[in-house]
T-cell receptor, first 109, second 115 residues
Framework: KNEVEQSPQNLTAQEGEFITINCSYS?????LHWLQQHPGGGIVSLFM???GKKKHGRLIATINIQEKHSSLHITASHPRDSAVYIC???????????FGAGTILRVKS | KAGVTQTPRYLIKTRGQQVTLSCSPI?????VSWYQQTPGQGLQFLFE???????NKGNFPGRFSGRQFSNSRSEMNVSTLELGDSALYLC??????????????FGPGTRLTVL
């Protein structure tokens, strides 16, 4: 079993829909990251969480440390949100990350 | 500020050769991490350097090595290349704020193809 599990693997939504991507992990962590990767490879860090909730524009990330679960929400989705969303956890000291397999999101207009 | 830069962007090598990839972090960042991304295994952590010292290492064979210079620029080297080393190699830099984790800024990656 992978240490970091994401669901769903693939997601197709209509423009304007509310989207949720889930991440569960089985190890102790010091922080959890949500990353976005567009075709061509570039990765952007969206959020780093160790507790609670963060919001940036139409993106919201939450984490429940007790349940070892995090969610990434996209409100009013747009075709430009189409990308791969990756959950990664930091296990202990330094910047060593363990990654989920990613969720491929396609938003249709 | 300029972002993280990686050179070269594309590289083709043959089995048995060695390769060196370079990463220049954002100015002021002292931590550089390297990752390998393949379609089969996804993203995997290779190693992290902080102030010229390897701080963390992933589960990769000794053929994969790296170093960091006093100006925080980092290189990774892969010796005796295998077909399975074909991948996108990403580096990321961060400004260390403590041991709890830092936001990482990723470079565009080097796409290595081993023939």
């Amino acid at each position: 079993k992978n240490e970091v599990e994401q669901s769903p693997q693939n997601l197709t939504a209509q423009e304007g829909e509310f989207i949720t991507i889930n991440c569960s992990y089985s190890v102790g962590i010091s922080a959890l990251h949500w990353l976005q990767q567009h075709p061509g490879g570039g990765i952007v860090s969206l959020f780093m969480l160790s507790s609670g909730k963060k919001k940036h524009g139409r993106l919201i990330a939450t984490i429940n440390i007790q349940e070892k679960h995090s969610s990434l929400h996209i409100t009013a989705s747009h075709p430009r949100d189409s990308a791969v969303y990756i959950c990664a956890v930091r296990t202990g000291y330094g910047n060593k990350l363990v990654f989920g397999a990613g969720t491929i999101l396609r938003v249709k207009s | 500020k300029a972002g993280v830069t990686q050179t070269p962007r594309y590289l083709i090598k043959t089995r048995g050769q060695q390769v060196t990839l370079s990463c220049s972090p954002i100015s002021g960042h002292r931590s550089v991490s390297w990752y390998q991304q393949t379609p089969g295994q996804g993203l995997q952590f290779l190693f992290e350097y902080f102030s010229e010292t390897q701080r963390n290492k992933g589960n990769f064979p000794g053929r994969f090595s790296g170093r960091q210079f006093s100006n925080s620029r980092s290189e990774m080297n892969v010796s005796t290349l295998e077909l399975g080393d074909s991948a996108l190699y990403l580096c990321a830099s961060s400004f260390p704020s403590g041991q709890g984790g830092d936001t990482q800024y990723f470079g565009p990656g080097t796409r290595l193809t081993v023939l």
